[in-house]
């Protein structure tokens, strides 16, 4: 390939000036590819990828040399963070032998914790492994989350992963709702000062080389979904306000816009019985250029949820576009009342072709293209890419998961360990027999005489998971929704064991639930959001105190969950436990 004159690379040059001369520089068909950002995978060992059948997912090189994609969300892990580095090395070094060089920005879903879901969060691997945010929203620490976030940028920044698609801010008051793992809690003031926390750590004093751009989810606030269901799937399209709450739900990201969040991204769902188009928020021109851009003055990125655009098949099963409000428009009808509600990009999507098409026929102009364009190309610039694209791979290992950084990680995970009852068998005396559930016979050796059955112990310790409702298909079942009542035989075989035992219960609360009645039948309930059996017999046995308060109520019942207004917080009546409950040892 000819070599061009790229005088955008002059570094002493303006920013707006080095986008200016950049973007006249690009044909239609290169403007297009910035557009859209969706999933990219690794090859083995740090090579370049072929792709992968299952999420649908095409070769590297045709991400980047045929379609002029340079925006990708990075799936999975390696298992050495060095081979992440390599590979992203090899995937810059492929898009500077593009004809204008331009580089890739990698983002991430979080992985710095304990759950995998291809939807929504990935497990940490290499890297440090912290509580989930809700575990971070139960240490009440906004120093401790900007620590997180500076820990997660140096770890990011060491393999290229230079956007976080994250934090999520939404408020978890509707208990039944899926993706609350990922909030800070119900408390909209406490979401908002850990979520300036987190774009403060992620981005660092200031914006630049050294940064991670945060992308702040779902805006305007995902939370009040009707009956808990998730809008990943047509049976949660449907936000609903009937306690006329839609304002409470702008306050943290009224906070993150302060703290200077550079990115946005809007939520699937669709608003009900509001000022707003009854439409999905990526659609909506009311919420994206009348609320966030003229009401907010944010001239950030706003990218949409994925798969907004186009039905796709996930982990086996046909899933139709997330097109909610608008299911009858056309794929390029839809991509058109995207770009007119304000957005910047299509995430999940990569049809550069439909948008080249929409521009040729007169229906988006090319102007329109170069407003979102230098969006997208100043957030590269001001990141350094163009300057340093590429990372010391050698170096990576030493960095991600250092033994700082994942000390750093395990305290946290003691902090959020929060103690909800005790009827005295807290904390665990040294050397008592142990009946455990849920832990290695060998960890719980450490601290203490591991017995085989409950009769036998001391104390029992079972670790249980929240419940949900099994659903059709695999992917829905990543999402934790439904019913938060435990199934029968769980409760049982806990009454069970409590009667041969004092009974320690822990339970992983990725959602809020109905724990009356093993509070009732066990000695002591505690509530983790991502803790290691080690992290969590430190604090049961009081070699470390017992410090984590709840982020959300806990309510007494499902039928007080179904009377609570979705977007209401601290709505159920008579919880059982309220909103920064948590006993010390």
Same mark, same amino acid.
């Not at 973007?23 to 239609?28: C, E, G, P, S």
């Given at each position: 390939m000819t070599d061009i004159e790229k005088p955008w690379l002059?570094?002493?040059? /303006?920013?707006?000036?080095?986008?200016?001369?950049?973007? !006249?520089? %690009?044909?239609?068909?290169?403007?297009?590819?910035?557009?859209?950002?969706? %999933?990219? %995978? %690794?090859?083995?060992?740090?090579?370049?990828?072929?792709?992968?059948?299952?999420?649908?997912?095409?070769?590297?090189?045709?991400? *980047?040399? !045929?379609?002029?994609? @340079?925006?990708? @969300?990075?799936?999975? +892990?390696?298992? #050495?963070?060095?081979?992440?580095?390599?590979?992203? @090395?090899?995937?810059?070094?492929?898009?500077?032998?593009?004809?204008?060089?331009?580089? *890739?920005?990698?983002?991430?879903?979080?992985?710095?914790?304990?759950?995998?879901? /291809?939807?929504?969060?990935?497990?940490?691997?290499?890297?440090?492994?912290?509580?989930?945010?809700?575990?971070l929203a139960a240490t009440h620490d906004a120093d401790l989350v900007e620590r997180f976030g500076e820990i997660a940028r140096q770890e990011y920044t060491a393999v290229g992963i230079r956007v976080a698609l994250h934090p999520q801010v939404d408020l978890a008051t509707e208990s039944r709702w899926a993706r609350q793992l990922q909030t800070f809690g119900e408390d909209a003031d406490l979401a908002g000062s850990l979520g300036a926390a987190y774009v403060r750590g992620f981005q660092g004093e200031s914006f630049g080389a050294g940064s991670v751009s945060t992308m702040t989810k779902h805006f305007p606030g995902g939370g009040p979904q009707k009956d808990g269901e998730d809008p990943h799937f047509d049976y949660?399209?449907?936000?609903?306000?009937?306690? !006329?709450?839609?304002?409470?739900?702008?306050k943290p990201f009224e906070a993150v816009f302060a703290a200077g969040g550079r990115q946005i991204m809007p939520y699937y769902g669709m608003p009900v019985g509001t000022e707003y188009e009854e439409v999905g928020f990526g659609f909506n021109k009311g919420v994206l250029t009348g609320l966030l851009r003229e009401r907010f003055g944010f001239d950030g990125i706003v990218c949409t949820d994925w798969g907004l655009i186009t039905d796709q098949p996930i982990m086996g099963t046909d899933f139709s576009a997330r097109a909610w409000g608008v299911e009858h428009l056309t794929p390029a009808e839809r991509m058109t009342k995207i770009l007119d509600a304000g957005a910047d990009q299509f995430g999940g999507e990569q049809e550069p072709e439909m948008l080249i098409e929409l521009v040729r026929s007169g229906v988006v102009s090319e102007e329109r293209l170069d407003v979102s364009a230098a969006r997208l190309l100043r957030e590269k610039f001001e990141l350094?890419?163009?300057? @340093?694209?590429?990372?010391?791979?050698?170096?990576?290992? +030493?960095?991600?998961?250092?033994?700082?950084?994942?000390?750093?990680? !395990? +305290?946290?995970?003691? #902090?959020? *360990?929060?103690?909800?009852?005790?009827?005295?068998?807290? /904390?665990?005396?040294?050397?008592?027999?142990?009946?455990?559930?849920?832990? +290695?016979?060998?960890?719980?050796?450490?601290?203490?005489t591991v017995v085989a059955t409950p009769a036998e112990a001391d104390v029992a310790i079972l670790r249980l998971q929240a419940p949900y409702e099994q659903r059709a298909s695999m992917f829905e079942n990543f999402f934790h929704a439904g019913s938060l009542d435990f199934p029968e035989d769980v409760l049982a075989h806990v009454a069970e064991v409590a009667a041969a035992a004092p009974t320690v219960v822990d339970v992983f609360l990725d959602r809020p639930a109905i724990l009356a009645p093993i509070v009732e039948s066990a000695d002591a309930v505690v509530a983790n959001w991502g803790s290691s059996a080690e992290a969590l017999l430190d604090v049961l046995t009081g070699a470390h105190p017992a410090q984590g308060r709840l982020p959300f109520d806990v309510p007494r019942s499902m039928a007080a969950v179904e009377a609570s207004r979705p977007d209401v917080q601290f709505d159920t009546e008579d919880p059982l436990f309220r909103f920064g409950h948590g006993l010390s040892l």
């Open positions: 002059d570094a002493a040059l /303006p920013t707006e000036e080095r986008v200016r001369l950049l973007l !006249d520089a %690009m044909t239609l068909e290169e403007k297009a590819g910035l557009f859209f950002h969706t %999933m990219i %995978m %690794m090859g083995e060992g740090g090579e370049l990828s072929e792709g992968s059948t299952e999420f649908g997912i095409p070769s590297n090189r045709h991400h *980047v040399a !045929d379609l002029h994609m @340079n925006h990708f @969300n990075l799936l999975g +892990a390696a298992p #050495k963070a060095s081979e992440m580095a390599a590979w992203y @090395n090899r995937l810059q070094e492929l898009a500077a032998s593009t004809r204008l060089g331009i580089p *890739v920005t990698i983002s991430t879903d979080p992985r710095h914790s304990f759950s995998e879901n /291809p939807g929504a969060s990935i497990l940490s691997g290499p890297f440090s492994q912290w509580p989930e945010p809700l575990g949660g399209r449907e936000q609903v306000y009937p306690g !006329d709450n839609f304002e409470h739900h702008l350094g890419l163009f300057e @340093n694209p590429y990372v010391d791979a050698s170096a990576a290992d +030493a960095v991600v998961g250092s033994a700082e950084f994942r000390a750093a990680g !395990d +305290a946290a995970q003691r #902090k959020s *360990v929060t103690v909800l009852s005790n009827g005295g068998s807290l /904390p665990i005396a040294t050397g008592a027999r142990l009946y455990v559930e849920g832990i +290695a016979d060998e960890i719980a050796a450490q601290y203490g």
